[in-house]
């Protein structure tokens, strides 16, 4: 054989030594036909259909002739006959030519193993590359051959699934499935093939055990929200679950999980480290987290290899996401912590651009096993538990309803009467064209118990009206994290303490990952007298959502003034965009560390906008469980001048 037709990476023609050697883009494209053709040979007509199309016969005809006495032309500078014209009929010789094509029956008698090594080595490029030709009969050519090397990856793969004895022969496996994965992600035979290979067993019962936990969680929320009500309203509760119905409750939240499938994708890491070789270790695990995600039915993936394209292409990858409807995001980077070298990744919701999820991991070589398998199972169970929540927002819904949302949930960043008023107005225009909205709903609550916090005037039919919204949002959704999250802050600021923190639990197993669910969480603890849970809390709703809004940097510094920390609880104050909200709390920070006149100052100006302040009225309406919490914050605010 003197020379070689390479169809994987690029269209291009070798020599015996693997040198590129010239020849036209058409007559390559015509090679690679002709090796599928039977008996490798085509009529003119057919090859100028299959080049230019139907637009024009005697066209196609008269350039088909030009293009093959290119092709003569430059057969006889090689000194060798690649096609061959016999009256109509345009013949390969395949004596002077070979190809790396990939046809059904090529060597399925020899060593699985070796096959599949050639078959993904080939697979790990695209299939004849960028090539100018945009025929109808071109296109379903393409379609058929790509069709064709994923039923020979597959077959393939089978036959050497059961045969790896080394990690290097376990590792070709793996890469093999996440080229089949690629493009048959909802193929149950697939899917079925690929978990033991990616010895996903244990995180798919892990998933298994999350749901049953998932729903156990909705029960008792719903039993929190009857308790609520004094367990008088016998006729709209459900009926108690027994175990078949808790069955067929679970079975029916797999079927929506397995019809709306978010997809997601894992971008390379960014490197911090002054260290080079933890951005290849960071790059491998990556990679291996993603590979490991394939063996899921519950998302989809985006294959490493576009994922470490888009990853180096900033400026588009916006439009990339958009184009390809990916909801998650895993944004990885790379950075040392004292002579450790760590990852730190989060999960962004890229619909409302939201973190949901994230840690920090050791790259100690060591460790890098255990921390692929925690990564996986931490966010599979992280876009799992976001997928009712991703459903609502997206799909079976007016639009102009989720656009009227969007708009207020902008307003709702910045806590400030107008703006709460402006998120209100939004929401009540969402609701007006979708009145099953939840969301919506709880974002109603959330405007009338915010308001009620910034006034200072004690108002009960804010709070009132916060708990009615909250509670339809629970009825319309059973299941939504947000809805109780809002129920439990207007029992909260009614002084039900108890009632508060059950609702703020149960919001918390829906959506453990959830920073805005987590942090009012802690804000429900501070108020409950419990300063040091709510600081573990609020702080771990900051390392999940690390450009935090105010309402975060005021529950920490709030938990910190409870515990004595006054210069903490400043320092967090100093952090919020707008930090005149707590303007009381930072009078009392500093009348409580002898900084007299810097409190004067704040009071000064908390006066000028709410003349009619009184303390002692304000902290009986302000629900705190203990004694010695409202009496520390009276010390700071009559200190500081009130």
């Not at 920090?360 to 060591?366: E, I, K, P, Q, T």
């Not at 059950?502 to 805005?516: G, I, T």
């Not at 006149?597 to 902290?619: G, M, Q, T």
């Amino acid at each position: 054989m003197t020379f070689v037709l390479k169809t994987f990476g690029s269209l291009q023609l070798v020599d015996r030594s693997g040198n590129p050697v010239a020849f036209p883009e058409k007559g390559l494209l015509l090679l690679a036909y002709l090796f599928t053709a039977d008996q490798g040979s085509a009529d003119r007509s057919t090859l100028a259909r299959f080049l230019w199309g139907e637009a024009d016969k005697g066209v196609a005809l008269s350039t088909l002739r030009k293009v093959i006495s290119r092709i003569n032309a430059r057969q006889t500078e090689l000194g060798v006959n690649l096609l061959s014209l016999q009256a109509n009929l345009v013949s390969l010789n395949r004596d002077s030519l070979s190809s790396d094509l990939l046809q059904p029956g090529q060597a399925e008698d020899g060593e699985p193993l070796v096959r599949l090594e050639h078959v993904v080595k080939l697979m790990n490029q695209p299939f004849l590359g960028p090539v100018n030709c945009h025929s109808r009969e071109f296109q379903r050519w393409l379609a058929e051959r790509e069709s064709c090397h994923v039923e020979i990856l597959g077959n393939t793969l089978r036959a050497a699934s059961g045969l790896a004895r080394s990690r290097k022969e376990t590792e070709l496996l793996r890469r093999a499935a996440v080229i089949l994965f690629r493009t048959e992600p909802k193929d149950p035979d697939t899917l079925q093939m690929l978990i033991p290979i990616f010895q996903a067993e244990d995180e798919v019962e892990h998933l298994r055990d999350h749901f049953e936990k998932r729903q156990n969680s909705i029960l008792r929320g719903i039993a929190v929200l009857d308790g609520a009500n004094g367990g008088d309203d016998s006729s709209s509760r459900p009926a108690p679950a027994t175990a078949k119905g808790q069955e067929a409750a679970l079975s029916l939240e797999a079927e929506r999980i397995r019809l709306e499938i978010p997809r997601l994708v894992l971008l390379p890491p960014k490197s911090q480290s002054i260290r080079p070789e933890a951005g290849f270790l960071a790059a491998s695990l990556v990679e291996d987290i993603t590979i490991g995600f394939c063996a899921f039915n519950s998302l989809q993936v985006i294959a490493p290899y576009s994922a470490v394209q888009i990853g180096h292409h900033t400026e588009t990858q916006k439009a990339f996401f958009e184009r390809q409807r990916v909801n998650y995001i895993l944004d990885t980077r790379i950075s040392n912590a004292g002579d450790e070298v760590t990852l730190f990744a989060q999960l962004i919701f890229f619909d409302q651009n939201q973190i949901v999820w994230a840690e920090r991991f050791s790259l100690d070589h060591m460790e890098l096993l255990k921390d692929r398998r925690a990564v996986a199972r931490q966010i599979a169970l992280s876009v799992s538990s976001e997928i009712e929540r991703h459903e609502a927002l997206r799909e079976d819904l007016n639009p102009v309803a989720y656009h009227r949302y969007l708009v207020g949930r902008r307003h709702l960043a910045r806590l400030t009467l107008p703006n709460l008023r402006r998120a209100r107005k939004e929401m009540k225009a969402a609701l007006s064209v979708s009145p099953d909205f939840a969301p919506a709903l709880s974002s109603m609550a959330r405007t009338y118990s915010k308001e009620w916090l910034l006034t200072a005037r004690g108002d009960i039919e804010l709070l009132k009206t916060a708990e009615t919204s909250s509670r339809q949002a629970i009825e319309k959704r059973s299941d939504f994290a947000d809805g109780y999250r809002e129920f439990g802050v207007a029992k909260l600021l009614q002084g039900a303490f108890d009632d508060s923190a059950e609702a703020m639990e149960v919001a918390e197993n829906l959506a453990p990952h959830y920073a805005d669910v987590i942090a009012d969480y802690a804000d429900t603890l501070v108020h409950c007298s419990l300063p040091a849970m709510a600081l573990r809390k609020i702080e771990r709703a900051i390392e999940l959502n690390p450009l935090a809004p105010d309402t975060y940097f005021w529950t920490a510094a709030g938990a910190n003034y409870a515990l004595g920390e006054f210069e903490s609880s400043l320092d967090y104050i100093g952090q919020m965009a707008d930090p005149s909200l707590a303007d009381r709390l930072s009078a009392a920070s500093c009348a409580m560390l002898g900084r007299q006149d810097k409190a004067r100052v704040f009071v000064r100006r908390f006066r000028e906008a709410n003349p009619d302040f009184d303390v002692d009225k304000w902290l009986s309406a302000v629900p705190s469980k203990e004694q010695w919490h409202k009496d520390l914050y009276r010390e700071g605010l009559k200190k500081a001048g009130f």
